[in-house]
């Protein structure tokens, strides 16, 4: 069993920044891919970022390439997601995600998570 939490949302303005947190605990953190994905009110939950176990690869949507970055801190179980220059469309709630098992779905693809965190929400707005 894995459980995640998520933290770091609110209401931040057009431009601005924030970093959301999810600190994972019960299987070996170190050893599982980590994804972040998103859910617009009234939409599907979409592929935002994910970050291999070793943290060497990444992987982004290409509405986020250049603004947001993944990160992952193994010894203290947790992964970000650093997000600057937040426009209207970024707002929604966001899902940290824990890819455990051996998976034939790429990490851009919901299929490939396992376990999920209750979300935070994040608005952009003036």
């Known amino acids: 069993q894995v459980q995640l939490v998520e933290s770091g949302g609110g209401l931040v303005q057009p431009g601005g920044s924030l970093r959301l947190s999810c600190v994972a605990s019960?299987?070996?953190?170190?050893?599982?891919?980590m994804g972040w994905f998103r859910q617009a009110p009234g939409k599907g939950r979409d592929f935002v970022a994910a970050?291999?176990?070793?943290?060497?690869?990444?992987y982004y949507a290409d509405s986020v390439k250049g603004r947001f970055t993944i990160s992952r801190d193994n010894p203290k179980n947790t992964v970000y997601l650093q997000m600057n220059n937040l426009e209207p469309e970024d707002t929604a709630d966001y899902y940290c995600?824990?890819?455990?098992?051996?998976?034939?779905?790429?990490?851009?693809?919901?299929?490939?998570?396992?376990?999920w965190g209750q979300g935070t929400q994040v608005t952009v707005s003036s």
């Open positions: 995600a824990a890819s455990t098992l051996l998976t034939a779905y790429p990490y851009t693809s919901i299929k490939a998570y396992d376990y």
């Open positions: 019960g299987r070996t953190f170190g050893r599982y891919a």
């Open positions: 970050i291999n176990w070793s943290a060497g690869t990444t």
